[in-house]
């Protein structure tokens, strides 16, 4: 009995080695362009967080390309889960599918690059809206103007974001580019009075773009002599927080696309102050040395 009772066990330890093995392997295994994709990784495109817009878009695009009837299907994790199973995908030349937008440090990190979106499931460029509660221009006047004139480029931001994810805290980092652009920080104030202690409250939702607007806002904000407060919050209670004037602005609203259906939901309770970048994309991404993989439909096709 205990000679067999060792047998199962070295013939269990086998298995666990060789499929320890076999894992590891495929961990290192560099793309192949002479083999569909699909197998290659699973038939999965990785995701972020279930409630982000990009989510729901994906969706839309398993229905549409018809990727989903091809087995392929979406995985819900987290922007910190998904930008880490990338590094560590182009470390070793995997293939890779994951949800993307733009400005955002992975298209200056890594080399990335948007699938042609044929159907246009995914829209055209979007744009990043500052909202604020209904009579904030009233009640803030100078609050306002400054969130009114905040506007900046999808390069600079990315600045910011990269600061931030090479362990730098967003607070320091926000300085140190307000800092390096004086001009910038002279347009968003021209002609706002100080602050004299006001406070104003701003609510966003935790992406690393996000974090980088809030941050840089806040530390202008108490700059020019306010007292700025900031919380993160989900998506649908971040426009929630502004609808009920529970919070005063927010620098995160994507339109018209991501954040379409909480602007229809919520347009007559809130005030869209106008947009604070051009330019924002989302989309499928892949490494760039996936050469032959450009379209949504080669995700299917090759």
């Given at each position: 009995?205990?000679?067999k009772t060792r047998y199962v066990l070295a013939t269990l330890t086998m298995f666990l080695m060789a499929t320890v093995l076999t894992a590891c392997s495929s961990l290192t295994s560099p793309y192949n362009p002479h083999k569909k994709l699909g197998p290659q990784i699973n038939y999965t495109i990785t995701g972020i967080d279930a409630g982000a817009g990009i989510m729901a878009s994906t969706q839309n695009a398993l229905k549409e390309?018809?990727?989903?009837?091809n087995k392929w299907q979406l995985q819900t994790s987290s922007t910190a889960a998904m930008t880490s199973t990338l590094a560590k995908a182009i470390k070793?030349?995997?293939p890779i599918v994951v949800t993307g937008w733009q400005p955002h440090w992975m298209f200056?990190?890594?080399?990335l690059k948007f699938l042609k979106d044929p159907k246009n499931?995914?829209?055209?460029?979007?744009?990043?809206h500052t909202i604020a509660r209904k009579g904030l221009a009233k009640d803030?006047?100078?609050a306002y103007k400054i969130l009114k004139q905040f506007h900046w480029t999808p390069s600079q931001m990315s600045d910011v974001m990269l600061q931030t994810n090479a362990g730098v805290d967003p607070k320091v980092a926000a300085d140190?580019?307000?800092?390096k652009n004086p001009k910038l920080y002279q347009e968003w104030t021209k002609g706002a009075p100080r602050g004299n202690g006001k406070a104003v409250k701003l609510t966003y939702v935790a992406w690393d773009s996000e974090i980088a607007s809030t941050n840089v806002m806040a530390e202008v904000l108490n700059k020019m002599g306010y007292k700025a407060t900031i919380q993160a919050l989900e998506m649908q209670p971040m426009w929630a927080s502004i609808a009920t004037n529970a919070a005063d602005a927010s620098l995160s609203a994507w339109l018209p696309n991501t954040a379409g259906l909480y602007l229809k939901q919520y347009k007559d309770k809130i005030d869209d102050v106008g947009p604070n970048l051009n330019g924002a994309k989302?989309?499928?991404?892949v490494p760039k040395y996936m050469k032959n993989i450009n379209s949504i439909e080669d995700l299917i096709n090759k």
């Amino acid at each position: 009995m205990r000679k067999k009772t060792r047998y199962v066990l070295a013939t269990l330890t086998m298995f666990l080695m060789a499929t320890v093995l076999t894992a590891c392997s495929s961990l290192t295994s560099p793309y192949n362009p002479h083999k569909k994709l699909g197998p290659q990784i699973n038939y999965t495109i990785t995701g972020i967080d279930a409630g982000a817009g990009i989510m729901a878009s994906t969706q839309n695009a398993l229905k549409e390309y018809p990727l989903a009837q091809n087995k392929w299907q979406l995985q819900t994790s987290s922007t910190a889960a998904m930008t880490s199973t990338l590094a560590k995908a182009i470390k070793y030349k995997q293939p890779i599918v994951v949800t993307g937008w733009q400005p955002h440090w992975m298209f200056k990190k890594f080399p990335l690059k948007f699938l042609k979106d044929p159907k246009n499931v995914y829209g055209s460029s979007e744009q990043i809206h500052t909202i604020a509660r209904k009579g904030l221009a009233k009640d803030n006047p100078g609050a306002y103007k400054i969130l009114k004139q905040f506007h900046w480029t999808p390069s600079q931001m990315s600045d910011v974001m990269l600061q931030t994810n090479a362990g730098v805290d967003p607070k320091v980092a926000a300085d140190n580019f307000i800092k390096k652009n004086p001009k910038l920080y002279q347009e968003w104030t021209k002609g706002a009075p100080r602050g004299n202690g006001k406070a104003v409250k701003l609510t966003y939702v935790a992406w690393d773009s996000e974090i980088a607007s809030t941050n840089v806002m806040a530390e202008v904000l108490n700059k020019m002599g306010y007292k700025a407060t900031i919380q993160a919050l989900e998506m649908q209670p971040m426009w929630a927080s502004i609808a009920t004037n529970a919070a005063d602005a927010s620098l995160s609203a994507w339109l018209p696309n991501t954040a379409g259906l909480y602007l229809k939901q919520y347009k007559d309770k809130i005030d869209d102050v106008g947009p604070n970048l051009n330019g924002a994309k989302v989309g499928l991404a892949v490494p760039k040395y996936m050469k032959n993989i450009n379209s949504i439909e080669d995700l299917i096709n090759k």
